[in-house]
């Protein structure tokens, strides 16, 4: 079927083409080397071979594979081309055999074929076949010769070769010369091949019956049909010269370097004549030599010597044949051979071409990736064109010579990494073996892509920041910093909280681009003193790699928080005013130096120095004393307690911590020089009366108001209750004339022996009794103002409570009538004789205590029960103490 393309597209070749392209479609070599044969003259867009097919690539593998050819001679490269969609091999430019290899026995071209995806190379070979298309050919069309008519038969004339580029069998192959009398031609082969002419003197000549003859000889070659050339000889037939010059030497031999300069001697012939006279004098010459080489070299014509005219070159020509003649004057001539061997010289260094470079490459490709292709050629031979190669510097790269000789692969020794070198750069050495030596670079740069190979990488594990508190919200905390050593996307890295201890999430943000850490709010100490988040950066490859980095966030403290004083309940300042009643202490009189009058307990939500608290006292009528330790807070005596002491004391502490700026509070103190609690009440009586002007003032005014309120609706409602008595009692006040009372004897409620204050306390009562339902109470008459000795520790009163009644149904008992009660027992604590302590609020308690035992079990109380009620009357005039104390003005105490 090819063949059959074949002679449709070319059917001017003939015959003689078809086997030959039938040869070159079948002939397939190994997998390095496909060889195609295809003869010579074939027209441009001749088919060649399937190349892709013998490459063993589909059609459809092609626009990927991208098949290619390419060479290191770019001359070679002009004569044959690829078809991109076939894949098939086509001539594109004519080939004549003589004039691509000359008289070369072989002629072939050479060129690679290149596939990408993967990158793979090729080595085809197509041999050019000789047609018979150049008939031999002489030098010259005319030979003149004179021959002597004596000259014996069997005498040899050189009559030169023809030239004929064709080679083999259509090379020349003979000559022939026309039917003679006298004449015979006689093919002759030298050492080089080649075929000359020489004409033979069959029978002797006789000038007086023929003085010229003219023939004609013919030059065959063999081919299928064989072509022909022709020259005329023309032969003058002389008198008699019988002797004819003779050369020493029937072939001469000489070498010569290939650079030796022009004038250089080649050698020197040398010829002799027995003759005398002119016919002894010989010249030299030239016999038919190819032009070129007379461009070449020259013969002096009296001496023989051959010198050299023009530079040799080794690559171009490397022998030369002369044909060297000596004439002597009487016309004959000798000849003979001069062949001069051209000697290498190491001129011509190596030549690289880069075919192909794939770059850039990724740096993730396996180990033994072809990187690039290039081929290596020396014009030299021998020793001077064995050629080395190597690649010099420091690169993940080796060089790997092809199966045919001058190919070069360039690939990947050891594994690729673009983050410790983008880019490779390597000189291709080519060196051979000459001496001197001569060497031929070419520089290869290969660039590595990146791969998203390596994580973001923190400068630092684990970062600490420290921020005081109440920062502003948004203040910067910290910047984190990433490093990704890919490129490009691969080395973009963002930012973000990938989690960290619990509820550290939003105290902070970060931002995604730079790594700066924020604060989302302001930090206090007091509520958070650290805590950690997790950074994650992570680059933009695809798939994308992270890392984290814990970050750590110390809040410092700030002295944004003053002492708060425990106990006692501490002061705005000197002059305020206490919300209830102020803590007082008992020092016994008999107290000596150091005797503890009472603790200041502070605490300070700060931290550190913040929270170091020093104690001192500010204010004291008797500065000498008392004095406060700096560091406990403890007040104590300074010296011993004397009958000249006021028995009222005010202290003042103020209690500061050791921030910048301090902050401080106060701490007011009221001690009562006094053995007994006893004799404390009536210095707290008369500090409850010594108030504060201005507070009795307001006291007062707010009684007065009050009164005057109660005063009218109390008229009012006199007045209504007079005008409802004219009118009749309804039936719902009838129950105010019965007995309102219990008339059970007196009883006492259970001791105030709880709170602090160190005395118990009999209450007179009525026990009480069932009121009837409905009935109202009478509201409390108003207690006697007695001293605070009476009430505690004096005599029992010596009247009945107008409240109780002899017995069960029994009408009460004159609201005036006299009580008879029993002196009440004193029941005191066992160490009544020490120092009391004792609080408003805490005796404030102790009377509600107290009120709760007083004659209700229990601490329950009846409906109607009258003991209960005379225990309620008793206990608030126990709390009307420490509240009127405690409401007088400290600075009147």
Same mark, same amino acid.
């Given at each position: 079927?090819?063949?059959?393309?074949?002679?449709?597209?070319?059917?001017?070749?003939?015959?003689?083409?078809?086997?030959?392209?039938?040869?070159?479609?079948?002939?397939?070599?190994?997998?390095?080397?496909?060889?195609?044969?295809?003869? @010579?003259?074939?027209?441009?867009?001749?088919?060649?071979?399937?190349?892709?097919?013998?490459?063993?690539?589909?059609?459809?593998?092609?626009?990927?594979?991208?098949?290619? &050819?390419?060479?290191?001679?770019?001359?070679?490269?002009?004569?044959?081309?690829?078809?991109?969609?076939?894949?098939?091999?086509?001539?594109?430019?004519?080939?004549?055999?003589?004039?691509?290899?000359?008289?070369?026995?072989?002629?072939?071209?050479?060129?690679?074929?290149?596939?990408?995806?993967?990158?793979?190379?090729?080595?085809?070979?197509?041999?050019?076949?000789?047609?018979?298309?150049?008939?031999?050919?002489?030098?010259?069309?005319?030979?003149?010769?004179?021959?002597?008519?004596?000259?014996?038969?069997?005498?040899?004339?050189?009559?030169?070769?023809?030239?004929?580029?064709?080679?083999?069998?259509?090379?020349?192959?003979?000559?022939?010369?026309?039917?003679?009398?006298?004449?015979?031609?006689?093919?002759?082969?030298?050492?080089?091949?080649?075929?000359?002419?020489?004409?033979?003197?069959?029978?002797?000549?006789?000038?007086?019956? @023929?003085?010229?003859?003219?023939? &004609?000889?013919?030059?065959?070659?063999?081919?299928?049909?064989?072509?022909?050339?022709?020259?005329?000889?023309?032969?003058?037939?002389?008198?008699?010269?019988?002797?004819?010059?003779?050369?020493?030497?029937?072939?001469?031999?000489?070498?010569?370097?290939?650079?030796?300069?022009?004038?250089?001697?080649?050698?020197?012939?040398?010829?002799?004549?027995?003759?005398?006279?002119?016919?002894?004098?010989?010249?030299?010459?030239?016999?038919?030599?190819?032009?070129?080489?007379?461009?070449?070299?020259?013969?002096?014509?009296?001496?023989?010597?051959?010198?050299?005219?023009?530079?040799?070159?080794?690559?171009?020509?490397?022998?030369?044949?002369?044909?060297?003649?000596? $004439?002597?004057?009487?016309?004959?001539?000798?000849?003979?051979?001069?062949?001069?061997?051209?000697?290498? &010289?190491?001129?011509?260094?190596?030549?690289?071409?880069?075919?192909?470079?794939?770059?850039?490459?990724?740096?993730?490709?396996?180990?033994?990736?072809?990187?690039?292709?290039?081929?290596?050629?020396?014009?030299?031979?021998?020793?001077?064109?064995?050629?080395?190669?190597?690649?010099?510097?420091?690169?993940?790269?080796?060089?790997?010579?092809?199966?045919?000789?001058?190919?070069?692969?360039?690939?990947?020794?050891?594994?690729?990494?673009?983050?410790?070198?983008?880019?490779?750069?390597?000189?291709?050495?080519?060196?051979?073996?000459?001496?001197?030596?001569?060497?031929?670079?070419?520089?290869?740069?290969?660039?590595?892509?990146?791969?998203?190979?390596?994580?973001?990488?923190?400068?630092?594990?684990?970062?600490?920041?420290?921020?005081?508190?109440?920062?502003?919200?948004?203040?910067?905390?910290?910047?984190?910093?990433? $490093?990704?050593?890919?490129?490009?996307?691969?080395?973009?890295?963002?930012?973000?909280?990938?989690?960290?201890?619990?509820?550290?999430?939003?105290?902070?943000?970060?931002?995604?681009?730079?790594?700066?850490?924020?604060?989302?709010?302001?930090?206090?100490?007091?509520?958070?003193?650290?805590?950690?988040?997790?950074?994650?950066?992570?680059?933009?490859?695809?798939?994308?790699?992270?890392?984290?980095?814990?970050?750590?966030?110390?809040?410092?403290?700030?002295?944004?928080?003053?002492?708060?004083?425990?106990?006692?309940?501490?002061?705005?300042?000197?002059?305020?005013?206490?919300?209830?009643?102020?803590?007082?202490?008992?020092?016994?009189?008999?107290?000596?130096?150091?005797?503890?009058?009472?603790?200041?307990?502070?605490?300070?939500?700060?931290?550190?120095?913040?929270?170091?608290?020093?104690?001192?006292?500010?204010?004291?009528?008797?500065?000498?004393?008392?004095?406060?330790?700096?560091?406990?807070?403890?007040?104590?005596?300074?010296?011993?307690?004397?009958?000249?002491?006021?028995?009222?004391?005010?202290?003042?502490?103020?209690?500061?911590?050791?921030?910048?700026?301090?902050?401080?509070?106060?701490?007011?103190?009221?001690?009562?020089?006094?053995?007994?609690?006893?004799?404390?009440?009536?210095?707290?009586?008369? $500090?409850?009366?010594?108030?504060?002007?201005?507070?009795?003032?307001?006291?007062?005014?707010?009684?007065?108001?009050?009164?005057?309120?109660?005063?009218?609706?109390?008229?009012?409602?006199?007045?209504?209750?007079?005008?409802?008595?004219?009118?009749?009692?309804?039936?719902?006040?009838?129950?105010?004339?019965?007995?309102?009372?219990?008339?059970?004897?007196?009883?006492?409620?259970?001791?105030?022996?709880?709170?602090?204050?160190?005395?118990?306390?009999?209450?007179?009562?009525?026990?009480?009794?069932?009121?009837?339902?409905?009935?109202?109470?009478?509201?409390?008459?108003?207690? +006697?103002?007695?001293?605070?000795?009476?009430?505690?520790?004096?005599?029992?009163?010596?009247?009945?409570? +107008?409240?109780?009644?002899?017995?069960?149904?029994?009408?009460?008992?004159?609201?005036?009538?006299?009580?008879?009660?029993?002196?009440?027992?004193?029941?005191?604590?066992?160490?009544?004789?020490?120092?009391?302590?004792?609080?408003?609020?805490?005796?404030?308690?102790?009377?509600?205590?107290?009120?709760?035992?007083?004659?209700?079990?229990?601490?329950?109380?009846?409906?109607?029960?009258?003991?209960?009620?005379?225990?309620?009357?008793?206990?608030?005039?126990?709390?009307?103490?420490?509240?009127?104390?405690?409401?007088?003005?400290?600075?009147?105490?």
């Amino acid at each position: 079927m090819a063949g059959g393309r074949r002679q449709s597209r070319r059917r001017a070749a003939g015959p003689v083409l078809l086997p030959a392209l039938l040869l070159g479609l079948c002939c397939r070599a190994a997998p390095e080397r496909i060889r195609y044969a295809i003869p @010579e003259e074939l027209g441009r867009g001749s088919l060649v071979g399937p190349l892709a097919r013998d490459l063993g690539l589909s059609p459809a593998e092609l626009p990927a594979r991208k098949l290619r &050819v390419a060479t290191a001679a770019e001359r070679q490269l002009k004569y044959f081309s690829v078809s991109a969609e076939s894949g098939e091999l086509y001539v594109s430019e004519r080939l004549d055999r003589e004039e691509m290899c000359g008289e070369a026995a072989s002629c072939s071209v050479s060129f690679e074929a290149l596939v990408q995806n993967p990158l793979n190379v090729f080595h085809v070979e197509v041999d050019i076949q000789d047609v018979n298309d150049n008939s031999p050919r002489f030098l010259r069309d005319t030979f003149q010769l004179e021959i002597n008519e004596l000259t014996s038969p069997g005498a040899r004339y050189y009559l030169g070769m023809a030239e004929d580029p064709d080679v083999g069998s259509n090379a020349l192959q003979g000559y022939e010369l026309e039917k003679n009398g006298y004449f015979a031609v006689e093919v002759k082969q030298s050492q080089d091949g080649s075929k000359f002419a020489e004409l033979v003197l069959r029978r002797a000549l006789d000038r007086e019956s @023929e003085q010229s003859l003219r023939l &004609v000889l013919t030059a065959l070659d063999g081919g299928d049909p064989p072509r022909s050339g022709t020259a005329q000889l023309c032969i003058n037939v002389t008198d008699a010269n019988d002797n004819a010059p003779v050369f020493a030497q029937d072939r001469y031999r000489a070498s010569l370097r290939e650079d030796a300069p022009p004038g250089s001697t080649v050698l020197h012939v040398s010829a002799s004549d027995a003759d005398a006279g002119s016919n002894a004098r010989i010249t030299y010459g030239f016999g038919e030599t190819p032009a070129k080489v007379l461009q070449k070299f020259v013969v002096d014509a009296e001496s023989g010597t051959v010198t050299l005219q023009e530079a040799l070159d080794f690559e171009e020509t490397r022998a030369f044949s002369l044909a060297v003649e000596a $004439r002597d004057g009487g016309g004959l001539v000798a000849h003979c051979e001069v062949e001069v061997e051209v000697l290498d &010289v190491n001129d011509n260094a190596p030549e690289i071409t880069l075919l192909s470079v794939s770059s850039p490459v990724p740096e993730d490709a396996p180990v033994g990736t072809v990187v690039a292709l290039l081929n290596v050629m020396d014009r030299d031979s021998g020793e001077n064109g064995q050629v080395s190669c190597e690649l010099s510097g420091e690169a993940p790269l080796s060089l790997v010579a092809s199966s045919s000789g001058g190919s070069y692969k360039v690939v990947t020794a050891s594994a690729l990494d673009r983050e410790q070198a983008g880019e490779h750069r390597v000189t291709v050495v080519a060196r051979d073996r000459g001496s001197p030596a001569l060497s031929g670079r070419a520089a290869l740069v290969l660039e590595v892509s990146d791969v998203n190979d390596n994580a973001p990488v923190f400068e630092e594990a684990a970062y600490s920041a420290y921020v005081a508190e109440n920062n502003a919200a948004g203040a910067p905390v910290l910047r984190v910093r990433a $490093r990704d050593a890919d490129a490009g996307a691969n080395g973009r890295v963002s930012y973000w909280l990938a989690g960290g201890s619990a509820g550290a999430a939003p105290y902070v943000s970060v931002e995604a681009r730079s790594g700066a850490v924020y604060a989302q709010r302001s930090f206090d100490y007091e509520q958070c003193r650290e805590f950690a988040v997790a950074v994650r950066a992570q680059d933009g490859g695809a798939p994308a790699r992270s890392s984290t980095a814990t970050v750590r966030v110390f809040v410092l403290d700030r002295n944004d928080n003053a002492p708060r004083v425990l106990w006692p309940a501490a002061g705005a300042g000197p002059g305020a005013v206490a919300a209830g009643p102020a803590p007082f202490e008992v020092v016994p009189r008999s107290a000596e130096a150091g005797y503890l009058v009472a603790k200041v307990v502070a605490v300070d939500a700060d931290a550190g120095r913040n929270a170091w608290l020093s104690y001192e006292l500010v204010q004291a009528p008797e500065p000498a004393l008392f004095r406060v330790g700096p560091h406990s807070g403890e007040v104590r005596t300074a010296r011993a307690v004397s009958e000249r002491d006021a028995a009222k004391q005010r202290l003042v502490a103020v209690v500061k911590d050791h921030g910048q700026p301090a902050l401080s509070a106060t701490a007011t103190l009221h001690v009562v020089l006094a053995e007994s609690l006893q004799e404390a009440l009536p210095e707290l009586s008369e $500090r409850a009366a010594g108030a504060d002007s201005a507070a009795e003032l307001q006291f007062y005014l707010v009684l007065a108001l009050a009164l005057l309120s109660a005063l009218f609706l109390l008229s009012v409602a006199l007045a209504v209750l007079a005008r409802l008595r004219r009118a009749g009692p309804p039936a719902v006040l009838r129950c105010l004339g019965a007995q309102r009372f219990s008339a059970a004897g007196a009883a006492f409620p259970a001791d105030f022996c709880e709170g602090t204050l160190p005395y118990s306390y009999n209450l007179c009562a009525a026990p009480g009794r069932a009121v009837a339902e409905g009935a109202w109470l009478p509201p409390p008459p108003p207690l +006697p103002s007695l001293p605070a000795e009476e009430l505690l520790g004096g005599e029992r009163c010596g009247k009945r409570s +107008p409240s109780s009644s002899a017995g069960a149904g029994e009408p009460p008992a004159e609201p005036d009538a006299p009580q008879v009660c029993e002196p009440a027992r004193s029941r005191s604590s066992p160490s009544a004789g020490r120092s009391r302590r004792a609080s408003g609020p805490g005796s404030s308690a102790a009377a509600v205590r107290g009120e709760r035992s007083s004659g209700c079990p229990g601490g329950k109380e009846r409906a109607g029960d009258a003991p209960c009620s005379a225990s309620r009357q008793a206990a608030a005039a126990l709390r009307a103490l420490p509240a009127a104390a405690g409401s007088a003005s400290p600075d009147k105490f």
